[in-house]
């Protein structure tokens, strides 16, 4: 993202977005050292910053994910529409939206001529309480759409027992893919350190 493009000014986060924003040629070097070392690098897309990305690194890119924030972006929508997205895979967070409304996103976005739409659930609350990780909706999203494979994005409190729990439920439920933020060391993790689990409890979660 571009944090001119994301956010006014005045927003709070404003200036942090700032100081997380990564120049063309980081991302660069970021997407090649994922791709060589791993298997797909994808993509969170929230602007046009972003498609550019996508653009000068497209040959590594296997999937792309959209956030709920970002589904009704049409700007966004009609640059993706633009790109032969054949061999690549998307996901969209659906969280808060009701069936019709998926129905539609799922019509919509199938238009882009990708590879594979995935249905993405969960949100991330800083961390997510146990009681709103939504592992309900996956037996109501796999009714509805069968043939549809499912993600929980799950970002409960990575110190809470269950952090290394809900995924295994989530999966038990149906869901084929799961989201899971990992980091070296809590403790000297700035950002985005609450809900991801260092490496001993990822090796257990595994």
């Given amino acids: 993202f571009h944090p001119d493009t994301i956010s006014l000014d005045d927003f709070s986060w404003h200036k942090i977005y700032h100081q997380l924003k990564f120049k063309d040629t980081e991302w ?19 602007d046009l910053f972003g498609v550019e990305i996508l653009k000068e690194n497209f040959a590594k890119i296997t999937g792309l994910k959209l956030q ?15 790109l032969d997205l054949s061999g690549v895979m998307l996901m ?37 309480k146990i009681k709103d990780t939504g592992l309900q909706k996956v037996l109501v999203l796999k009714a509805a759409y069968k043939e549809v494979e499912i993600c929980v994005a799950d970002h409960v409190d990575a110190e809470h027992e269950m952090a290394t729990i809900i995924p295994l439920l989530a999966l038990s439920s149906g869901a084929t893919i799961i989201e899971k933020h990992i980091c070296i060391d809590r403790n000297k993790a700035e950002y985005d350190f609450y809900s991801s689990l260092e490496l001993l409890e990822m090796n257990k979660l595994t």
């Fill in 28 to 46: 660069e070097k970021i997407i090649e050292l994922a791709s060589d070392n791993y298997n797909g690098v994808w993509l969170d897309l929230f």
């Fill in 68 to 82: 709920a924030s970002v589904l009704e972006n049409n700007e966004l929508f009609s640059e993706l529409n633009k």
């Fill in 92 to 128: 969209i967070n659906v969280s808060g939206f009701e069936l019709s409304e998926i129905s539609m996103f799922m019509k919509q976005f199938s238009r882009l001529n990708i590879k594979q739409l995935i249905l993405q659930i969960g949100h991330q609350a800083y961390p997510t």
